[in-house]
């Protein structure tokens, strides 16, 4: 009885996996919210809408520093461009990554990183 028990529960779960989409609207759902959460405090997925920090519409690809958001001194004239690894290693210890007066809030949980990278990715 045990066994059948089990192996239902396990037969379950495994169709679980199976039948969950993983590039599905869930995970945007997920980055939404933990961006919200994590981020949206402090910055706008709108271009040009800065709040206490600049606006991150468009920042995957551009050259820390460019935008007319000056409040952040340390990222003006870096060559750091925002990229994965780079965006990782910022969000992970921001002073540590630039050294200069810059966001305070560390991410910590690289999985909460990944899920905020990616949903980055989709401010235009």
Do not use: Q
Request: charged content about 25%; glycine content about 8%.
């Amino acid at each position: 009885m045990k066994n059948l028990l089990l192996t239902t529960v396990l037969g379950a779960f495994a169709m679980a996996l199976i039948t969950t989409p993983t590039t599905s609207s869930a995970s945007t759902e997920d980055g939404a919210k933990l961006f919200k959460k994590r981020c949206g405090a402090c910055h706008s997925s709108e271009a040009g809408k800065n709040k206490n920090g600049p606006s991150l519409a468009g920042m995957i690809g551009r050259r820390a520093g460019t935008t007319d958001f000056t409040k952040y001194t340390g990222l003006k004239g870096s060559d750091v461009v925002w990229d994965e690894e780079n965006l990782d290693k910022f969000l992970a210890n921001p002073k540590k990554f630039v050294g200069a007066k810059t966001m305070a809030y560390k991410l910590k949980k690289e999985s909460e990183r990944k899920i905020i990278i990616e949903h980055l990715k989709t401010f235009k």
